[in-house]
């Protein structure tokens, strides 16, 4: 069964903490996603990366980091939390060629405080 | 302007109804087509792929127009249980291949 698993379902970080989100994936999926969900937003594209050590900007890169160091694992980094970061973020990961989905993880609700 | 754009809905339809979504998408690279389903509290999970050719699966019915850059999903005969937020999502090459999503349409199903 496939699987994408992100390290925390809740968190609440106060303002101005680095803040690491952590999401591993055993299904040797080349590409990994780092998404933000707000109302009305819908899933927005933080970054992305389709091999390791290689990473793309999505939409919203601003104030976040990724790292990835081994292909079944990849990190989202809030350099210095801030209040307007709250939200849910979901990994995912997916194979590169064809017809193939994104699996998601559950997700993390991050409360800046 | 949003790569992926759908429809916020919501949609309110009684049980039975035949409801359809648009989603259209502004990048002609864009190679693979897919609908999402997300219920409240939940991540997202894949409810169909959409074939150039449009495909079916069992009350739900995909269509993709290249030529006019939209794909479409029909959901016929619905049930309570449709009730969810629906995702349109496109799937192109920049280095490697990149899943961008719409901001997902809003069903509710009433008995």
């Known amino acids: 069964d496939v699987k994408v698993t992100q390290s925390s379902r809740y968190l609440v970080k106060r303002t101005g903490e680095k803040v690491f989100l952590e999401c591993v994936q055993d299904m040797d999926h080349e590409n990994m996603f780092w998404y933000r969900q707000d109302p009305g937003l819908g899933l927005r594209l933080i970054y992305f990366s389709y091999d390791v050590k290689m990473k793309e900007k999505g939409d919203i890169p601003e104030g976040y980091s990724v790292s990835r160091e081994k292909k079944e694992r990849f990190s989202l980094i809030l350099e210095s939390a801030s209040t307007n970061q709250t939200s849910m973020y979901l990994c995912a990961s997916s194979l590169s060629y064809g017809n193939t989905e994104a699996f998601f993880g559950q997700g993390t609700r991050l409360t800046v405080v | 302007r949003k790569e992926v754009e759908q429809d916020p809905g919501p949609f309110n339809v009684p049980e039975g109804a035949t409801v359809a979504f648009n989603c259209t998408y502004s990048?002609?690279?864009?190679?693979?087509f897919f609908w999402y389903r997300q219920d409240c509290r939940k991540e997202p999970k894949l409810l169909m792929s959409v074939y150039s050719s449009g495909n079916e699966d069992g009350r739900f019915t995909a269509q993709l127009n290249r030529a006019s850059q939209y794909i479409s999903l029909l959901i016929r005969d619905s049930k309570l249980s449709d009730s969810a937020t629906y995702l349109c999502a496109v799937k192109r090459r920049t280095g490697g291949f990149k899943t961008i999503f719409g901001a997902g349409t809003r069903l509710f199903v009433k008995a």
């Open positions: 990048n002609s690279a864009s190679q693979s």
